[in-house]
């Protein structure tokens, strides 16, 4: 089974910046794609940004010019740089991992709060 570790998240002020991370463990063979979703409180989860399975990135209008997405895959992570963050960045940020052969799963979600 595929366990995700995340971090990064925490308090930050608006226009601030915060990089969030996720490592997947474990023996992991074949394609797989990774990727974040937010969800908002009282609001569905949604996709913030992710790499498809052509290795295109695609990103939410909202975060598009802000938000950064990358990955190592000899670290099986994927990387989420959030720079100018606004109010209504603020969420639980969760890594989602994606293959034919594991299934799919999330992170443990680590929150983000923009405030000043």
């Known amino acids: 089974q595929v366990q995700l570790v995340e971090s990064g998240g925490g308090l930050v002020q608006p226009v601030g910046s915060l990089r969030l991370s996720c490592a997947a463990s474990?023996?992991?063979?074949?394609?797989?794609?990774m990727g974040w979703y937010r969800q908002a409180p009282g609001k569905q989860r949604v996709l913030v940004a992710t790499?498809?399975?052509?290795?295109?990135?695609n990103y939410a209008d909202s975060v598009k010019g802000r938000f950064t997405i990358s990955r190592d895959n000899g670290k099986k992570a994927v990387y989420l740089q959030m720079n100018r963050l606004r109010p209504e960045d603020a969420a639980v940020y969760y890594c989602?991992?994606?293959?034919?052969?594991?299934?799919?799963?999330w992170g443990q979600g680590p929150q983000v709060t923009v405030s000043s």
């Open positions: 790499f498809t399975s052509g290795g295109i990135t």
């Open positions: 989602k991992f994606k293959s034919p052969i594991y299934g799919s799963g």
């Open positions: 474990g023996s992991i063979f074949g394609f797989y794609v």
